[in-house]
T-cell receptor
Framework: AQKVTQAQTEISVVEKEDVTLDCVYE???????LFWYKQPPSGELVFLIR??????QNEISGRYSWNFQKSTSSFNFTITASQVVDSAVYFC???????????FGSGTRLQVQP | GAVVSQHPSWVICKSGTSVKIECRSL??????MFWYRQFPKQSLMLMAT?????????EQGVEKDKFLINHASLTLSTLTVTSAHPEDSSFYIC?????????????FGPGTRLTVT
């Protein structure tokens, strides 16, 4: 089955703390794509990153970093020095060849307290 | 960059009426568009795939006679919720793959919040 699991329903941190959002996926395809999206209260999805299954290099973009580990089927997302503006729901998603739509995880609601 | 718009951004309708939601790709052509539904505090679930010039493909459990999809042109797909009921209240989001983009790469519309009273 093709599936994405985000076990953390809600996380609350204090500003400037680091926080890691977990994402575990299941797929039978060898070629697949993993995504992270941010959904602020407005509802509009904000694209954060796309990673293909052949590229296990970790990625850093400013305060954001991603750790892709095929051995554990995980694609975790870390926010360093969190800010109040990071408060949102974060979705991990999976795509694969033959299906252009995405399968989303259940989302993790992040609340960053000032 | 590529932009997908939706109209309206929110709508309130009475039970039993029909509501049409538009999804437009503003600066690119989209032969395929996707419609997702998101209930409060839940994830996005794919409802259907809209195909220009042919019938839409619906996911299991989605009533095709209730959620009518028309992909009228290469830049417009519409979702009509017929005989809406309170349980249809949800956030509807469309997306369009960029044909020149990578696999599964797509642009999401801002969403339409439907409330059925």
């Amino acid at each position: 089955a093709q599936k994405v699991t985000q076990a953390q329903t809600e996380i609350s941190v204090v500003e400037k703390e680091d926080v890691t959002l977990d994402c575990v996926y299941e797929t039978r395809d060898t070629t697949y794509y993993l995504f992270w999206y941010k959904q602020p209260p407005s509802g509009e999805l904000v694209f954060l990153i796309r990673r293909n299954s052949f590229d296990e290099q970790n990625e850093i973009s400013g305060r954001y970093s991603w750790n892709f580990q095929k051995s554990t089927s995980s694609f975790n997302f870390t926010i360093t020095a969190s800010q109040v503006v990071d408060s949102a729901v974060y979705f991990c998603a999976l795509g694969w060849t033959g299906r252009r739509a995405l399968t989303f995880g259940s989302g993790t609601r992040l609340q960053v307290q000032p | 960059g590529a932009v997908v718009s939706q109209h309206p951004s929110w709508v309130i309708c009475k039970s039993g009426t029909s509501v049409k939601i538009e999804c437009r790709s503003l600066d690119f052509q989209a032969t395929t568009m996707f419609w997702y539904r998101q209930f409060p505090k839940q994830s996005l679930m794919l409802m259907a795939t809209s195909n220009e010039g042919s019938k839409a493909t619906y996911e299991q459990g989605v009533e095709k006679d209730k959620f009518l999809i028309n992909h009228a042109s290469l830049t417009l797909s519409t979702l009509t919720v017929t005989s809406a009921h309170p349980e249809d209240s949800s956030f509807y989001i469309c997306s369009a793959p960029l044909s020149a983009g990578g696999p599964n790469e797509q642009y999401f519309g801002p969403g339409t919040r439907l409330t059925v009273t």
